[in-house]
T-cell receptor, first 112, second 116 residues
Framework: QKEVEQDPGPLSVPEGAIVSLNCTYSNSAFQYFMWYRQYSRKGPELLMY????GNKEDGRFTAQVDKSSKYISLFIRDSQPSDSATYLC????????????FGTGTRLLVSP | GAVVSQHPSWVICKSGTSVKIECRSL??????MFWYRQFPKQSLMLMAT?????????EQGVEKDKFLINHASLTLSTLTVTSAHPEDSSFYICSARWSSGTDTQYFGPGTRLTVL
């Protein structure tokens, strides 16, 4: 079993839809959770960064962490064609250990 | 802030030659940098972790003599692919740890290597 599971998609939605992207994980030691967006042939771009459980909002993006269920989500409101990309979840243990564990990425397609 | 650059963005070389890729943190100091490899439609595979002034730590299965990493300063790490072969063709991405900020990794734009 992989440490982090993420549905590869593709996930196709119409413009304006609310998008929900999710990851599950098995290691309860993970404390820091990130979402990266990667456009084709580009490096990943950090979107959201959260510590422990709870919600964090930034513009159209909301990240949720439920440590009791080992489940994290990224919500995108009013999705735009420019949101079409691969979204990678990543997580790591405490500050003394920097290695990130990535999900496989979910490819999102937002059609006009 | 937290911008990471890579050079070159793409390179084509002949089999048997060596290729050097540079990774720079432009607006912060990075004591730790990471090198990843990514195949088409796959996630990132960590190759090695490099700390400024010390030897890199390679992941299992990564040949340290083939992928030479030098982290000479707090803003520069280099990856040299030695005696490259077609199977080394891939997308190489570096990241840098911004320890005084969010203490997470910021990625460069990647380098596409094609070995003929």
């Amino acid at each position: 079993q992989k440490e982090v599971e993420q549905d590869p998609g593709p996930l196709s939605v119409p413009e304006g839809a609310i998008v929900s992207l999710n990851c599950t994980y098995s290691n309860s030691a993970f404390q820091y959770f990130m979402w990266y967006r990667q456009y084709s042939r580009k490096g990943p771009e950090l979107l959201m960064y959260t510590y422990s459980s709870g919600n964090k909002e930034d513009g159209r993006f909301t990240a949720q962490v439920d440590k009791s269920s080992k489940y994290i989500s990224l919500f995108i409101r009013d999705s735009q064609p420019s949101d079409s990309a691969t979204y990678l979840c990543a997580m790591r243990r405490n500050t003394g250990f920097q290695k990130l564990v990535f999900g496989t990425g979910t490819r999102l397609l937002v059609s006009p | 802030g937290a911008v990471v650059s890579q050079h070159p963005s793409w390179v084509i070389c002949k089999s048997g030659t060596s290729v050097k890729i540079e990774c720079r943190s432009l607006d912060f100091q990075a004591t730790t940098m990471f090198w990843y490899r990514q195949f088409p439609k796959q996630s990132l595979m960590l190759m090695a972790t490099s700390n400024e002034g010390s030897k890199a730590t390679y992941e299992q299965g990564v040949e340290k003599d083939k992928f030479l990493i030098n982290h000479a300063s707090l803003t520069l790490s280099t990856l040299t692919v030695t005696s490259a072969h077609p199977e080394d063709s891939s997308f190489y991405i570096c990241s840098a740890r911004w320890s005084s900020g969010t203490d997470t990794q910021y990625f460069g734009p990647g380098t596409r290597l094609t070995v003929l």
